[in-house]
C-alpha cells in the first residue's frame, strides 16, 4: 500500500469513527426497569434512546442482539432482551398527505398525540383501542384493537412503513409498491423483522361520537342477538365479573350523524346510567372518557380512558383470547363456567367484536372475532394456575390469544391456528437472518 492509499484509508476510518461518535444514542443502565403494570422487569439495563433515525441506525448496526421497546403496554416478555433493548420515543414527526389520505408518524408518536393533531387538520383514525396511551409503531405490530363489527384492528390501517434491518438499513415498504400478500406479512411482525423508524396509515375525515352506556345486560340475550347488540354502534364493549349471568355494563359509541344521535331509554333489557361510570364498579370515573350521551371528537369517546390519567386499574395483568364471533355466545357460556375461579382474581372482564382481516399474525386473521379480555389483579401465581382451565375451556373455539398479553397455551396449539405461520417465519429469516431482533418469548412462541 503506498502513502496516497493508506491515508485514503486511514482518512475513510477516521471519519467512520466521527460519524459513528455523531450518532450514538443515548444510552441508560437503569436496573429494575419494568413494563407499564409493574408485573415484568426487563433482564437487560441497557436502553438506548436515539434523538434520530440516523442514531437508531448506528445503535441497531452496533448491536448483536436488541428488541424495540414501546409505550411498555405489553404483560408478557415479548418486549424483553437480555442484552439491550431501544426506544424511539424521541421520533415524533408526524406528516400528513391529504392527497394519499394518510398520515406518517415517527416511530414514538402515540396515538394521545396523534389523534387531536389529526382532528385539528379535519381526519382521523378509524378505530383506537381502550386506551390512547400506546405508540402507533408498538400497537400496530402485535395488531392492537378497539371494536365494532365493521372495525379491523389498529394494524389494518398501515399503508407502509421504514424498517431498519439488523444491519442498520432503513428500508421502506408500502402496500402499493410491496404487494398485499408478502406486505401482510410484514405489518403484525411482533418486532421480529427490525424496527419501524415510521409509520404510514390510512385517514378517514374526522367525526363525532356520542357514548352512553347502560346497566345489567343478561347474558340470555346474548344467545339469539349477539349479532345484534354488538352492530348496534360504531364500536360495543360489553363488561362483566361474570356473576349473576350478566354483563355489569354496555358501552356504545355511536356515530353522530347529520348532527343527530339517539340512545334508547333501555337496551335489550339493560337500563341507562344516570352518572358516569368506571368499567370496574366502584372505581373513580375522573379518568374516563365522557359518556351520557354528550357528543364529541372521536378521539375523546372511542378510547375508555382519556390521555392525562392512569388508564384502567394500573397495577393489573391483562390476557385475551379471540374466537369465531360465530362462537361468541358458546364460548362465553364456556368462560362462565369458571366463574367461581376467575372472579377473586378478576378486576373484569371486556367483550368486543373485530373485523377479519388478511394480516398473517393478526388474531383475527380471516376470522370475525370475539375478543374476550380479562383485567386481573396483580395475583400472577393465582392467574397462571386459572389461565389453563380457561384456555381448555375455550379450545373447542380454537382461541388465539393476544400476543402481547399473558397466556399459557402451547406454542404448538398457537401455530395451529396461523394458516401463514411457516410463511411468516421464512420471511422473518429472510429480514433478520442471524436473529438479532428475536429474544426468548418469540423463539418459543413464533420460531420454536
Known sequence: MNKREFLKVSGAAAAGTVVSRMLKAEKTLAAHRTNWAGNIEYSTDQLFIPSSVDEARETIRAASKIRALGARHCFNRIADSTAAQISLEKLESMELNETAKTVTVGGGVRYGKLAPWLDAKGYAVHNLASLPHVTVAGACATATHGSGNENRNLSSAVEGFELITADGQLHSFSREKDGGNRFDGMVVALGSVGVQASTTVHVVPS???????????????????????????YSVSLFTDWQQNRATQVWLKRKVEGGQIRFEDEF???????VKVHPILGHDATPCTEQLGVPGPWYERLPHFKMAFTPSSGNEIQTEYFVPREHGYEAIRAVEKLKDKITPHLFITELRTVAADDLWLSMAYRRPSLAIHFTWKPEIEAVH?????????????QPRPHWGKVFTLAPEKIDAQYPRMAEFRALAAQLDPHGKFRNAFL???VFG
Open 207 to 233: 367525526f363525532q361520537v356520542a357514548q352512553k352506556v347502560y346497566l345489567d345486560l343478561s347474558f340470555d340475550r346474548l344467545e339469539h342477538d349477539l349479532d345484534a347488540i354488538f352492530g348496534s354502534a
Open 268 to 274: 335489550h333489557g339493560a337500563k341507562a346510567a344516570t
Open 385 to 397: 394456575a386459572v389461565l389453563p382451565e380457561i384456555e381448555q375451556a375455550l379450545a373447542p373455539f
Open 443 to 445: 423463539d418459543r412462541e
